[in-house]
């Protein structure tokens, strides 16, 4: 045992007791705590900050493992130390890893609609074992700095294996002279078969999609960051519906007599008004009631009744003073002023309305 050992020991130790105290202590810290809990101030769910806490803890522990075996290769530690030291660690990381799943399920006990409960006091566990760990790291980078003379075996460590030796590796083939090796023992007419190990290329490949699937699981089902499937194709369908009515905005000239539609939303008619009352009233006088134009209150039609009908007398013009419209405004402006003139309210002759002209339609 070394100095680094052993106070890595220590601090693991004192961490999975401070952890355990806290576990101790949460009950009460729950209830007490009534105040915007921190993942709700920094805008997460209490699931969601654990996972990334936990995630961060754990990755510095990785790290202070991982330096910690570097260090102590650099210091050429002796084979059998080395072992000891990783079963100590190692079952103080078990211990460490059990306080926090008990941990996680005696918040869960108070949890209400999110997964995982993550009082303050938890937190404040994380960010303490986290600034330990941070230093311990501090500590060990340190060492590793300190002893220039080893760099050398430093960088024999991390060099990287030759190609060849790496692709052998992942795939264990076997040299075709010792394939004799592997032969089972068994031949039906003249056939044999070698028992191959699986090369561990592809089972790697397999363990990403096994972690991908976690991940996945989570991204989907318990954060529900990502849509699911009904939810993806309304949001599509949605997104597709607002892409169109822009494109129909920006070509007003798809609207035609043919497929023109009737619009009822108050900001079309509000629109609708603002152009009759700017372009045609000086005719048509306000709120349609006929001057030199006709009535545009009434039952009584000149020319076509129906919105197709309105949007062609305005585009192309009539007789006796009525301009077409379409080469002075664009026909979106033309379906909103015939939808507004559409639903004017009956101005009749009584009410100083102009006399009816064409026929009842
Ligand atoms: C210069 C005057 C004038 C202006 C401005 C004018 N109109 Fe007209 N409008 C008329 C006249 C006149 C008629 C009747 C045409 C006919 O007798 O053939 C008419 C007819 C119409 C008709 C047909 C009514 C029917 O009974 O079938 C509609 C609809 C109409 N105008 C809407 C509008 C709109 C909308 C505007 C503004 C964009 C507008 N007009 C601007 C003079 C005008």
């Known amino acids: 045992m070394n100095i680094i050992e ?25 209830s007490a705590v009534q105040s915007t809990p921190i993942y709700a101030q920094l805008g997460l769910s209490s699931t969601m900050l ?33 072992k000891k030291k990783n079963h100590g660690t190692k079952a103080l990381l078990a211990l460490f890893a059990l306080t926090f799943s008990s941990s996680v399920m005696a918040a869960d006990g ?56 790496w692709t052998k590796s992942m795939t264990q083939a076997v040299p075709i002279e010792e394939e004799g090796s592997i032969l089972l023992d068994h031949d039906y007419d003249g056939i044999t078969e070698l028992d191959n190990e699986l090369p561990p290329w592809w089972k790697y490949g397999f363990y990403i999609t096994i972690l991908w699937a976690v991940g996945y699981f989570f991204y989907y089902q318990v954060f529900e960051i990502g849509n699911l499937q009904e939810a993806e194709y309304l949001q599509e369908m949605a997104d597709g519906e607002r892409e169109m009515a822009e494109y129909k905005a920006a070509h007003p ?8 539609e009737l619009l009822t939303d108050a900001s079309s008619i509000a629109q609708g008004r603002s152009i009759y009352d700017t372009k045609c009233a000086s005719c048509h006088m306000e709120g349609g009631r006929g001057g ?26 009539a007789s006796n003073g009525m301009a077409a419209w379409k080469t002075m ?3 979106n402006e033309i379906q909103a002023v015939a939808s507004y003139v ?20």
């Open 253 to 260: 000239e798809m609207i035609t007599a043919d497929n023109v």
């Open 342 to 361: 559409m639903q004017l309210p009956d101005i009749t002759v009584a009410d100083g309305g102009k006399e009816p002209q064409g026929d009842l339609k």
């Open 292 to 317: 030199l134009g006709p009535n545009l209150t009434d039952d009584y039609w000149l020319y076509g009744n129906d919105i197709s009908g309105v949007f062609t007398t305005i585009s192309e013009g």
């Open 329 to 331: 405004m664009p026909a």
């Open 6 to 30: 052993k106070s890595i020991k220590a601090t693991l130790f004192l961490v999975t007791l401070f952890t355990s105290s806290l576990v101790l202590a949460q009950e009460e810290t729950v």
């Open 50 to 82: 654990f996972t990334i806490m936990t995630i961060f803890t754990l990755l510095l522990l990785a790290v202070v493992w991982s330096m910690a075996s570097s260090t102590k290769n650099i210091l050429k530690y002796k084979q059998d130390e080395a």
């Open 110 to 165: 108070g949890a209400s609609e999110s997964l995982i409960a993550f009082p303050d006091s938890v937190f404040w566990a994380y960010i303490v074992i986290d600034v330990v760990l941070i230093m311990i790291i501090i500590y060990l980078a340190g060492i590793v700095k300190g002893s220039i003379s080893d760099i050398i075996v430093l960088r024999k460590m991390f060099k990287w294996k030759k190609w060849k030796v």
